[in-house]
C-alpha cells in the first residue's frame, strides 16, 4: 500500500523558477526520504530527513518536515530543463520496515 | 563503486511464459529489495530480504512469483507464468538498512508480456 501522497500531481514550470511538491502521509515515520526519476530510469535519492528534523538543505533542495501535520515539502530553487522528472515521497517507519512511496510528483521544466 | 546491477534491461515474452530477473547490489549492502512499478505510480514492494533471508514478501503473488537470495549476495525473480497484468518494470534496491537509510535503485527491467 502506498501510504505517502504527493500534491500537484503534476506541476509545470519555467527555466529559474522554483519548484515546491508537498506529500502527506498517515502514520508515525522515523524518517521520510525523497526521490528523482528519470523517465525510463531507476530512482535516485536527494534527501532524507529524520522525524525530529525540521529542515534540510542540498544544494537547491530544501526538504521542510513537519510531524505534527504528517506532512513534507520539497523545494528546487531555480530550476533547471534537467530538473524534469518525476519526484517521490517515501516513508519508513522504523529499521526493519520497507519504505512506502507515493504516487509522485511529475515535474516539467521548460526552457 | 558500481551501482545496483540488472538484466535484462527489456523483456518482452508471451503471456504463460516463465521470465526470470537478475539483480546485483551494492557489495556490502545487507538489504536488498524487489519493487515493482506500473505506469505513473510509485514502486510497490515485492519482497525484501536481509541477508538470505525474506524477511518481507506479503505483497509478492506466490502463485506465480517466486525469489531467492542465495549467499544474501545477488538476486533472482521468477514469475512462471506471466500474465498480461505483469507488464511493468521491475526495481531492485539495496541499502545498509532501508528503515533507517537512503536506498540505491538499479536501472530496472521493463517487462512486456504480449
Known amino acids: 500500500s502506498q501510504q505517502g501522497e504527493e500534491d500537484p500531481q503534476a506541476l509545470s514550470i519555467q527555466e529559474g523558477e522554483n519548484a515546491t511538491m508537498n506529500c502527506s502521509y498517515k502514520?508515525?515515520?522515523?524518517?521520510l526520504q525523497w526521490y528523482r526519476q528519470n523517465s525510463g530510469r531507476g530512482l535516485v535519492h536527494l534527501i532524507l530527513?529524520?522525524?525530529?528534523?525540521r529542515e534540510k538543505h542540498s544544494g537547491r533542495l530544501r526538504v521542510t518536515l513537519d510531524t505534527s501535520k504528517k506532512s513534507s515539502s520539497l523545494l528546487i530553487t531555480a530550476s533547471r530543463a534537467a530538473d524534469t522528472a518525476s519526484y517521490f515521497c517515501?516513508?519508513?517507519?522504523?529499521?526493519?520496515?520497507?519504505?512506502?512511496f507515493g504516487k509522485g510528483t511529475s515535474l516539467l521544466v521548460t526552457p | 563503486e558500481a551501482g545496483v546491477v540488472q538484466s535484462p534491461r527489456y523483456k518482452i515474452i508471451e503471456k504463460k511464459q516463465p521470465v526470470a530477473f537478475w539483480c546485483n547490489p551494492i557489495?556490502?549492502?545487507?538489504?536488498l529489495y524487489w519493487y515493482l512499478q506500473n505506469l505513473g505510480q510509485g514502486p510497490e514492494l515485492l519482497i525484501r530480504?536481509?541477508?538470505?533471508?525474506?524477511?518481507?514478501d506479503s505483497q509478492l503473488p506466490k502463485d506465480r512469483f517466486s525469489a531467492e537470495r542465495l549467499k544474501g549476495v545477488d538476486s533472482t525473480l521468477k514469475i512462471q507464468p506471466a500474465e498480461l497484468g505483469d507488464s511493468a518494470v521491475y526495481l531492485c534496491?539495496?541499502?545498509?538498512?532501508?528503515?533507517?537509510?537512503?536506498?540505491?535503485f538499479g536501472p530496472g527491467t521493463r517487462l512486456t508480456v504480449t
Open positions: 534496491a539495496s541499502s545498509l538498512d532501508g528503515g533507517l537509510y537512503e536506498q540505491y
Open positions: 557489495s556490502g549492502h545487507n538489504t
Open positions: 502514520t508515525s515515520i522515523n524518517n
Open positions: 530527513i529524520r522525524s525530529n528534523e
Open positions: 530480504y536481509e541477508n538470505e533471508e525474506a524477511v518481507d
Open positions: 517515501a516513508t519508513s517507519r522504523n529499521s526493519g520496515y520497507a519504505l512506502n
